[in-house]
């Protein structure tokens, strides 16, 4: 089983549509082995989005990240990042598909409800960037043995 890091953006906290979206992995299956609201700071930031320091727009979304707390987020199953970003939807949100996260909660590029991990090798890299290892939990479900056939564990 494979694990996946997501945040819930200050636009998802501040529009109330948190315990929406972690009702959509949830209901997919995802098992939530790590979960904790975090005021994230410039450093974790430049940090986090290292790939986007010399871009023209990196002020900006400093400034939106920070504007209020995030939920940050390990959720686990069966090729969790790729069904992840599935879920995620496309980054601009007037471009992501209806049914998925962006598409059904956005309507920005940059305000954009979530961010979630783009490989498993980055997955576990922002995973240890957020979460100590005794905050995240392994643990299976009663309901386990309903969301997966015996051979795709």
Do not use: W
């Not at 995620?88 to 920005?108: H, L, Q, V």
């Not at 576990?124 to 299976?140: A, G, L, N, T």
């Amino acid at each position: 089983m494979e694990q996946t890091f997501i945040i819930l953006k200050p636009s998802t906290i501040t529009r109330g549509l948190a315990g929406d979206v972690l009702t959509r992995f949830e209901r997919k299956g995802f098992i939530i082995t790590g979960l904790k609201m975090m005021q994230l700071s410039e450093e974790i930031l430049r940090e986090h989005y290292a790939h986007l320091v010399d871009r023209p727009f990196f002020p900006d979304l400093v400034h939106s990240m920070m504007r209020t707390p995030v939920i940050v987020a390990v959720v686990k199953g069966v090729d969790a990042v790729a069904v992840v970003r599935a879920m995620t939807g496309a980054t601009n949100c007037r471009k992501a598909a209806p049914g998925t996260i962006r598409g059904d909660f956005g309507m920005s590029g940059q305000e954009n409800i979530i961010h979630a991990s783009d490989s498993p090798e980055n997955a576990e890299i922002e995973i240890k960037r957020f979460f100590k290892p005794d905050e995240i939990f392994d643990y299976k479900p009663l309901t386990f043995a309903a969301l997966y056939a015996p051979d795709e564990l």
